[in-house]
T-cell receptor, first 112, second 110 residues
Framework: DAGITQSPRHKVTETGTPVTLRCHQTENHRYMYWYRQDPGHGLRLIHYSYGVKDTDKGEVSDGYSVSRSKTEDFLLTLESATSSQTSVYFC???????????FGSGTRLTVV | EDKVVQSPLSLVVHEGDTVTLNCSYE??????LLWYKQEKKAPTFLFML????IEKKSGRLSSILDKKELFSILNITATQTGDSAIYLC??????????FGTGTSLTVIP
């Protein structure tokens, strides 16, 4: 949808295991973001990227790392998943820093 | 602490009603405000507002920003069941990211 895809769409994993979520875009946009969405909290930024190998932390970055080795791919890694990381994860892209975002369809992650 | 507050949290109306959703913000260095509609999946973009007093309009939806009083409203006229969704407001005050409110859940019943 609109040149942005997330994988997997759903994942169930066990506490303590590493997990990597992928965001792929075909729009050649410079900015990419990872958000998590939880009831009562809305969308909260985890990490974002402003170019290849250029990333920065958002407001809820603890327990997460990211990598961007190519313009089109932005990976989110949970090094050791915890139950508090059960959430819906959205990737978003934008062409410029203060443009509106286009969101991917989300990844529903359950940590048991 | 900067924050974005949306009200009401939820709303149930009948088809044909007009609704007004509110987004207030307490931020320094305001840059822009976004409205999104979220149905079952990804939020979809509705409006971006940067200037006070200029109404943005798309069909039955419209939005306006008041930078003096620090709020924005989203109006939906002649509501339809397809308008049922969560409406999200987000504010950029850093130039690097948007901060989202928790959303207003709108249910339109036939």
């Amino acid at each position: 949808d609109a040149g942005i895809t997330q994988s997997p769409r759903h994942k169930v994993t066990e506490t303590g295991t590493p997990v990597t979520l992928r965001c792929h875009q075909t729009e050649n946009h410079r900015y990419m973001y990872w958000y998590r969405q939880d009831p009562g909290h809305g969308l909260r930024l985890i990490h974002y990227s402003y170019g290849v190998k250029d990333t920065d932390k958002g407001e809820v970055s603890d327990g997460y790392s990211v990598s961007r080795s190519k313009t089109e791919d932005f990976l989110l890694t949970l090094e050791s998943a915890t139950s508090s990381q059960t959430s819906v994860y959205f990737c978003a892209i934008s062409a410029e820093r203060d443009y509106g975002y286009t969101f991917g369809s989300g990844t529903r992650l359950t940590v048991v | 602490e900067d924050k974005v507050v949306q009200s009401p949290l939820s709303l149930v109306v009948h088809e044909g009603d007009t609704v007004t959703l509110n987004c207030s913000y307490e931020v320094t260095n305001f840059r822009s405000l976004l409205w999104y509609k979220q149905e079952k999946k990804a939020p979809t973009f509705l409006f971006m507002l940067t200037s006070s007093g200029i109404e943005k309009k798309s069909g039955r939806l419209s939005s306006i920003l008041d930078k003096k009083e620090l709020f924005s409203i989203l109006n939906i006229t002649a509501t339809q069941t397809g308008d049922s969704a969560i409406y999200l407001c987000a504010v950029d005050f850093t130039g690097n990211q948007f901060y989202f409110g928790t959303g207003t859940s709108l249910t339109v019943i036939p």
